[in-house]
């Protein structure tokens, strides 16, 4: 299933992609049918879009890496405080998806309520 393009129109939201600059349409939909692969893709859109939120900033964090800041006289340019700046996207964003994982998938705790025989003890002779 492709994306709509709502689901686009989010994806670029979440990644500040606003005049369709960083992404094209189609490098979107890669990403998406990647991360199709992963989830069901009639029940878990959400998941998704999450999913190729998370991949797209890792990809501008890889080109964002490149970066070095400099200095020149008495001007200078912190080209590396962009990558600071993705890394806490991501980390909104990854924290973002795991929370929707856990509630999507609902989890299971399974236990037992049998006693637990006490231990033996043993004395020596004397």
């Known amino acids: 299933m492709a994306a709509t393009a709502s689901d686009l129109t989010l994806i670029r939201l979440a990644i500040g992609d606003t005049s369709s600059v960083t992404f094209t349409d189609a490098e979107l939909q890669v990403l998406w049918t990647a991360a199709a692969e992963d989830y069901n ?55 973002k998806l795991e929370a929707a994982k856990a509630t999507s998938k609902g989890a299971v705790r399974i236990g037992t309520l049998k006693k637990v025989p006490s231990r033996l003890k043993e004395w020596p002779d004397d």
């Open 41 to 95: 893709a009639t029940t878990e859109t959400r998941l998704i879009q999450l999913q190729v939120v998370v991949d797209a900033i890792e990809s501008i964090m890889a080109d964002a890496a490149k970066r070095v800041s400099y200095r020149a006289n008495s001007s200078s340019e912190n080209l590396s405080d962009v990558f600071t700046h993705l890394k806490a996207l991501h980390e909104k964003h990854t924290a």
